[in-house]
């Protein structure tokens, strides 16, 4: 008797899968829905949606990585500073002042941690003549485009 079931238990499951939209399929859906009235018709066989932060992690990593070697760098020029001549403990003391800035500001980059702020449905084309590419932003849900 329970054998019976697994059949029609197995088709809703599948059935509810295939109907579940993606979330590129909720944000073509939120663009078309802003330009049916419109005569444009647009293509989004090319398109992606990419997530969008407001740092890069990867470019969080880097800053982290630079930072890390500025330090060793500035480790080593201050150690040379003080056996060094008046005229070249100069030279080097200005290049140890614009790597000391450069990592005051991978600091600050630093304290921005990479946080996610929405999403970024890009290389939709409108069909015709004009071969124009357009992207379009999302809030976190995708429930609105945001400029």
């Known amino acids: 008797m329970k054998n019976k079931y697994i059949p029609i238990l197995l ?24 330009y049916e009235s419109s ?30 070697d500025l330090d060793s760098v500035l480790s080593v020029l201050e150690g040379e500073i003080e056996h060094l001549e008046q005229k070249e403990s100069d030279s080097v003391g200005k290049i140890s002042a614009s790597l000391t800035k450069e990592r005051y500001r991978l600091l600050d980059l630093e304290k921005t941690k990479p946080k996610f702020v929405g999403w970024k449905l890009v290389g939709v084309k409108i069909r015709g003549e004009k071969a124009e590419t357009l992207s379009f932003n999302f809030d976190k849900a995708i429930g609105k485009i945001t400029p």
């Open 11 to 34: 088709i809703t499951v599948f059935a509810v899968s295939c109907s579940k939209k993606t979330d590129k399929d909720r944000a073509i859906d939120l663009v078309e829905s802003k």
């Open 39 to 68: 005569t444009q018709k647009l293509d989004f066989d090319d398109s992606t949606l990419d997530s969008i932060y407001n740092i890069s992690p990867k470019a969080y990593s880097d800053s982290l990585k630079k930072g890390n």
